[in-house]
C-alpha cells in the first residue's frame, strides 16, 4: 500500500476512555519520505505534536500534548493505515509514557475537503 498522508487532516471516530483524545481533536499530518509528523488540537488537548516513521502501511510514533487542564503527557503509539469508504483510517494501539501507562486504542479517519 503506498498511501500519502502529507497535508491531511484527520478527526477521531473512536478512543478509549482513557484517552485525552475525542471527536472535535483535529490532527493534521504531513509526510516527507519514512518520516511523519502532525500536530493536533481540539476538544481535551490545547496542543499536541507527534513523530513517526512509516514502514508499509504501519507507522511508529510517539506523542506529546498539553492537555485543558495544564498536563502534559507523552506516549507511544503503533499505528495500520487502511482505507474504508475511500477514506484513509488510522486504527491506533497506543500506551501513556506518564500517568498510570496505561494502553488504548484509537480509530481516526481522514477528514475530506468539500
Known sequence: MNINLNNKKF??????????VTADT???????GDKIWASYAGGNIELGTLIGKLNDNKI??????????????T??????????????QL??????TCKDYSKGDSLLEEIKSS
Open 11 to 20: 478527526k477521531a471516530l473512536d478512543n478509549s476512555s482513557n484517552g485525552d
Open 91 to 96: 486504527n491506533e494501539k497506543w500506551q501513556w
Open 26 to 32: 483535529i490532527f493534521h499530518y504531513r509526510q516527507e
Open 60 to 73: 511508529i510514533l510517539i506523542y506529546q500534548q498539553l492537555n485543558l487542564k495544564g498536563e502534559f503527557l
Open 75 to 88: 506516549g507511544v503509539c503503533n499505528t495500520e493505515i487502511t482505507i474504508k469508504n475511500e477514506k484513509i
